[in-house]
């Protein structure tokens, strides 16, 4: 028996969240249920996709992840099993939510959920909680050992999965380009996709300082220089400082305040980040 970990939009002001606990513990009693998170910004694949590669790697091997971020729950998009490369497992919609996962770990195998025998019973006619109905039933089962993952349904090609567009940081005369994957929601860093060994090869080093601009694809929002430091205790409270956050990727922050929130900044690939080393 493997733990089973969830993953939503639904927050918990109903009873969506404590549904789908209910389905999967009828199934196996004992089995072992905890949250990623049910505060992804609703119907924001790309939130739920991120989540997922910060948080999947420090389970063991055959944990089961659900991951339901659906706004086409009832239309023709598949619902999907995938193993990783890391021998976990994915149940969720196929919409983009593994494109980080495939495109920094690896899927090895996805299966296409065959509803006649991987929904709960009774439920057919009910199209817009998939969350209960397929994912949460089958993530249960095959966390529990009552399936195998060969049982889930048909195998299709790994190349099939629906994933979202990333753009690539780069690295051109001094300056690098990248993008802002996600927000740390509740301190408001930013947590852009420019790793470690790029700003290593810019020559940038901690205590540096360095010129930040943020821009989107209307105007530019933010430019300014900053400590390129190891932590926020290296400067003052109010202070901005660029850092290396836990997945070994660049962030932007206020020392106990909220870079986010005072620039309004957002995510995704048409929010563009540079970084260059200052001399000022």
Known sequence: MHALV?????GHADGAVCAMYG???SIEPTLRIYDLTHEIEPYNIW????????????????????????PGVGSTRRSIAARTSGNRYIITPDNGTLTHVFRLRGIDSIRVIDETRNRL???????TFNGRD??????????SGVIRFDEIGPEVPVSSAVILPIMDAQLKEGVITGTIDVLDVRFGSIWTNIPHDLIRSAGIQYGDRVQVSIRNDTRSLYRNVMTFARSFSEVYVGETLAYINSLDYVAVAINQGSFARAYNI??????QISICKSNL
Request: no cysteine; aromatic share 18%; proline share 4%.
């Open 6 to 10: 969830l993953q939503s939009d639904f």
């Open 23 to 25: 389905v999967a513990e």
């Open 47 to 70: 939130e739920a996709s991120y989540r997922l590669i910060q948080t999947i790697d420090y389970w063991p091997e055959e944990t089961v992840f659900v991951s339901v971020v659906d």
């Open 121 to 127: 019973p009774y439920s057919s006619e009910a199209y």
């Open 134 to 143: 397929v994912y949460a039933f089958t993530g249960a089962r095959l966390a």
């Open 266 to 271: 957002g995510t995704g690939n048409s929010w």
